[in-house]
């Protein structure tokens, strides 16, 4: 059965598993405090909203309500927003920051906010970054942990509340493999597993079953399951080994996710179940990913930024949408003002990786777009890619069309191939499906004459190997 479906009414993503990804992909997404920061797979940088305070570096203080390059390297590995300043590492091991650097949070040996990326020291062994409201944690590859930033409360690790304007090792361990920022707390995990914690308790964030303000690594309990860790502003996320899913810290927003605002100073497992894949903490909300590839939210929403279509505070875990193509989820992990939290938007990548969604407040241009409206859904147009597969040398060897360009209908011939086990789809740049139909016979015919001129890919699908070659459509 032909199954051509126009773009306007239906999309439908699909994953390209066995292909690589194009250059003109997204790889990796953070939320800052109003603004967002994205790198694509040709290691390239970018960034869109609030620039007050240059977290943008691209050399202004200029606001940017669609996605623009940061310089024009090409060698950029990993990006950290915190809520008006950025830590980047290249490819290189060397580490980077620019925006607001009025507590030292940039580590740049003085406290003068940057605007274009600037280097930290001339080490090139740093392995993690981690940016929080006003504070910064990196690990380098050796294993050990170092911090810099706004220290009142303890959360640089350092046994005192001294400020640090340049990365200062904590303790000297080098057993450290992943931290997390919040507002002004810090969590770790080592590599025998265990969990820690430091900085402000006033709400039980630590987890230690205090209120008390550490100033160095405690451990909270004795589990040595802990997989991963996501701070938000007063709060915690974390996963352990089995995928189980356990929160702790303030809740008066529900972002605890226990179906209540009571505060919890221990981790406390959200639900029963145990397939949970991906975790993220905002200023006052919470998001996360199944293994199922469902998304996941709950907390404040007073921006619209759980994206479930109203402006209702959840104070359990309820599925946002019907799809299962989620890769990826951000939020802003905000920052105090006036008594008030700030940071309520919400970006996210599907599986094609061609579109960052995004959801929530949109005064500023956090979500690049020029008009100020909040979205109270998930809003996938704020940075369309062309996918651009990238063709196999032996890929030839299997598919022939002709004529190619195409002026409407173009013949396929398959070869090598078993015609008892194939099936293909015709995709758009964008990644969607437009024709899928099962295969009989290795000489078959294309309708392409619906469609608009373009690039198109047909995939030729057999069994688990996949097989692509572009098809140009002049009409």
């Known amino acids: 059965m032909n199954l051509k479906v126009k773009i306007s009414i239906l999309m439908i993503a699909v994953k390209i598993s066995s292909c690589a990804y194009s250059q003109e992909t997204w790889s990796k997404l953070q939320a800052g405090t109003e603004f967002s920061v994205a790198l694509k797979y040709n290691n390239s940088l970018w960034a869109f909203g609030n620039n007050g305070n240059g977290q943008l570096g691209n050399g202004s203080i200029v606001n940017q309500f669609s996605p623009t390059q940061i310089g024009s390297d ?65 690990i380098k590859t050796d294993g050990t942990m170092w911090s810099w ?32 920022c919040g507002g002004v707390h810090s969590m770790a995990i080592k590599s025998d597993s265990t969990l820690w914690g430091f900085g402000y308790n006033g709400n039980g964030q630590i987890g230690d079953g205090t209120n008390i ?52 100073s221990i981790p406390n497992q959200i639900g029963n179940n145990n397939n949970w894949s991906i975790i ?75 579109e960052i969604c995004g959801t929530g407040s949109n005064y500023i241009g956090q979500l690049s777009d020029i008009l100020p409206i909040q979205n109270q859904e998930f809003n996938c147009e704020i940075a369309i890619l062309n996918v651009g597969l990238e063709e196999e040398n032996n890929d030839k060897n299997y598919i022939s069309i002709f ?33 899928e139909n099962c295969i009989s016979n290795l000489n078959f015919n294309i309708d392409l004459q619906e469609l608009e001129s373009g690039l198109y890919y047909l995939i030729i699908k057999d069994g688990l190997k996949q097989l692509h070659k572009k098809i140009v459509l002049q009409n």
């Open 74 to 138: 090409l060698d950029w590995k990993s990006i950290s927003a915190g809520s008006f300043h950025v830590l980047a590492l290249k490819n290189d091991g060397t580490l980077w920051a620019w925006g607001l650097n009025s507590q030292g949070q940039l580590g740049t040996n003085d406290y003068v906010q940057k605007l274009i990326p600037t280097q930290v020291g001339l080490d090139n062994n740093w392995k993690e970054i981690y940016a929080g409201q006003t504070h910064s944690i990196g």
């Open 149 to 180: 930033g706004y220290n009142g409360f303890g959360q640089l690790g350092l046994g005192n509340l001294f400020n640090q304007n340049i990365p200062t090792q904590v303790g000297t361990e080098n057993t450290w493999i992943m931290a997390s």
């Open 403 to 435: 004529p190619n360009p195409s002026n409407g209908i173009s013949s396929v011939h398959l070869s090598n191939l078993n015609p008892n086990n194939l099936n293909y789809l015709l995709i758009n740049t964008a990644g969607h499906v437009l024709i």
């Open 280 to 354: 993220n903490a905002g200023s006052s909300f919470s998001f996360a990913i199944k293994n199922d590839s469902t998304l996941w939210s709950w907390g404040y929403n007073g921006n619209g930024q759980l994206g479930i279509s109203s402006l209702t505070q959840q104070n359990i875990p309820i599925q946002v949408g019907l799809e299962n193509d989620w890769l990826e989820i951000e939020t802003a992990s905000g920052t105090l003002s006036g008594g008030v939290v700030y940071g309520t938007h919400s970006i996210g990548l599907k599986q094609n990786r061609t």
């Open 213 to 264: 303000n550490r100033d160095s690594p405690v451990q909270i309990g004795i589990d040595s399951n802990w997989h991963f860790i996501s701070s938000g502003f007063e709060f915690n996320l974390g996963m352990k080994t089995d995928n189980s899913l356990w929160s702790w810290g303030f809740n008066g927003n529900g972002q605890l996710g226990q179906g209540n605002t009571i505060n919890y």
